[in-house]
């Protein structure tokens, strides 16, 4: 299994980045995804969520308006729209994938089995 993170970049304050998680040895469809980041010198956090079959979408209230989650099954990937950019959104970005995971907590990566490298998003002032 691998999950191939791309689509990070430098973008100024108000812009907009697409991330995205290109999968291959599973199927998008059948998991639940979500997006972590971590922050220099801070501990992984949520960012958003979206179950398996994609009725349910989750995010951190510190991106909630702004960030999209969304996933393309026919083009095994899982993507990430961030608008209205902030610098304190600069971060290295994961993808990560779960085959079962109760609703409450799509947040928490321990429930996470497969994870992303992980791209660099960062957002100048």
């Known amino acids: 299994v691998q999950l191939q993170a791309s689509g990070g970049g430098l973008v100024q304050a108000g812009g907009s980045l697409r991330v995205s998680c290109a999968a291959s040895?599973?199927?998008?469809?059948?998991?639940?995804w979500a997006w972590f980041r971590q922050a220099p010198g801070k501990e992984r956090e949520f960012v958003s969520a979206?179950?398996?079959?994609?009725?349910?979408?989750y995010y951190a209230d510190s991106v909630k308006g702004r960030f999209t989650i969304s996933k393309d099954n026919a083009q095994n990937t899982v993507y990430l729209q961030m608008n209205s950019l902030k610098p304190s959104d600069t971060a290295v970005y994961f993808c990560?994938?779960?085959?079962?995971?109760?609703?409450?907590?799509?947040?928490?990566?321990?429930?996470?089995?497969?994870w992303g490298q992980g791209t660099q998003v960062t957002v100048s002032s």
């Open positions: 040895g599973l199927t998008v469809a059948s998991y639940n």
């Open positions: 979206v179950s398996r079959i994609g009725d349910r979408t």
């Open positions: 990560a994938g779960t085959l079962v995971i109760p609703a409450q907590a799509m947040g928490l990566m321990r429930y996470y089995e497969y």
